[in-house]
């Protein structure tokens, strides 16, 4: 039998006690999606080891700072308020859909709880928001979100959602919108605040994360495009759009290809106009079409 994944439970289980925080029997079979009864008997195998996880008389478990190896442990693998400042700063530093950044997370993960996660890599002025929305998500709460921004219509207004997940870096949250009656990703720069409301989820059933493309447009249908880019073009592509750079090869010395499937014309479209002159569109021709409609519009508008 292989011990392996119970070993990892283990462990994961031994740094989330030795958190300085407190849960409930309950919370911690939750969190590790495990029986009490397993909770329990995990709690006595570190016992036997030599931690000290105090008899409860308010219900809360922990492991006590002052058990064997407990020092050893802290200090590996917790920060202290000046690292943890200088971490916050170094991530913060990295662009939001770097992939290095998303390791780094989930690293992270490895070794703390959602929350303070969330605390180190979302900016202060929306780490309110976060923290609402991840209670919604552990509880199955329905949300409004207070004056939410669309790009699309550049109104502001409340939506009734359904929030169960985050894209990378909590750039933005997946939920199901009640009103449209779909999934959605809603940038959490453009959510004012969020209201929890005390109505559990009624569409679980159809809540489903669709792909997102590099142009960070999201749908359930995907089309290879490919387009040939100068020096320039490719350079500017990497940088607007850093998970673009594993679908670039390079061509020769002045030119290079990006191959990838995207999930609507519009992000991609928007990136070809503004460089019309420094990227050849190969494929597909509905793109192309795509690209001709938008251009004809243009000169219609401001004609």
Request: net charge negative; charged share 30%; proline share 3%.
């Amino acid at each position: 039998m292989n011990d392996q994944p119970k070993l990892h439970q283990l462990l994961e289980m031994l740094l989330f006690l030795s958190s300085g925080l407190r849960y409930k029997i309950d919370e911690i079979a939750e969190r590790f999606d495990i029986t009490t009864r397993t909770v329990h008997r995990y709690i006595k195998t570190f016992r036997d080891a030599g931690f000290v996880i105090p008899r409860p008389t308010d219900g809360y478990y922990f492991i006590d700072k002052n058990s064997p190896y407990f020092r050893e442990i802290s200090e590996l693998v917790h920060f202290s308020r000046e690292e943890a400042v200088i971490l916050q700063k170094a991530i913060h530093s990295i662009d939001n859909e770097n992939l290095l950044k998303q390791n780094l997370v989930n690293k992270l993960y490895a070794l703390y709880d959602f929350d303070r996660v969330a605390n180190t890599i979302v900016k202060k002025e929306y780490s309110e928001n976060i923290h609402q929305l991840i209670q919604a998500i552990r509880l199955k709460n329905q949300v409004i979100l207070k004056e939410y921004l669309s790009a699309n219509s550049n109104e502001a207004r409340d939506r009734l959602v359904e929030p169960f997940d985050f894209t990378t870096n909590y750039v933005a949250t997946w939920a199901y919108d009640v009103h449209d009656r779909c999934c959605k990703t809603f940038k959490n720069t453009r959510i004012k605040s969020v209201h929890i409301l005390p109505n559990l989820w009624e569409n679980e059933i159809s809540h489903k994360k669709l792909p997102i493309d590099v142009f960070r447009i999201s749908s359930d249908r995907q089309t290879e495009v490919t387009l040939e880019l100068s020096i320039r073009a490719c350079e500017l592509l990497k940088e607007e759009y850093p998970l673009a750079e594993e679908y670039i090869q390079q061509l020769n010395d002045k030119e290079y290809q990006f191959a990838a499937p995207v999930c609507g014309f519009e992000g991609v479209a928007r990136f070809v106009m503004g460089l019309y002159d420094e990227i050849e569109v190969i494929g597909p021709g509905e793109l192309k079409k795509f690209l001709k409609n938008k251009a004809e519009k243009i000169l219609t508008d401001t004609g």
